[in-house]
């Protein structure tokens, strides 16, 4: 495995696990603020997730963005170019 194939590796492994968590607190935000209890403090605690959960699929759609460029520079920089020409007298 070479280097541009464990960076974009890594991009995708924690691009998932992020957007899964995000998935995870948005639908506890939801439940918790929906959820038929007397209690204010749970809905505000719900409410609190719920954006949470917004601000960080916003950070991630940020990272994600910024992990993209890097794997490009990567793979960029990791091209072979060939040998330039070398001229020949006649």
């Known amino acids: 495995m070479d280097l541009v194939e464990l960076i974009k590796d890594m991009i995708t492994k924690a691009a998932t696990v992020a957007w899964f968590l995000f998935l995870l607190t948005w639908i506890i935000g939801w439940a918790i ?5 007397p209690i204010g403090k749970a809905r505000r605690i719900g409410q609190g997730l719920v954006e949470d959960a ?10 994600t963005s910024i992990f993209w460029l890097i794997s490009y ?4 920089l990791s091209n072979t170019y060939p040998s330039p020409p070398i001229p020949s007298l006649p």
């Open 33 to 37: 603020k929906g959820a038929p209890i």
């Open 54 to 63: 917004v601000w960080g699929a916003f950070w991630i759609a940020v990272g």
């Open 73 to 76: 520079i990567a793979s960029y």
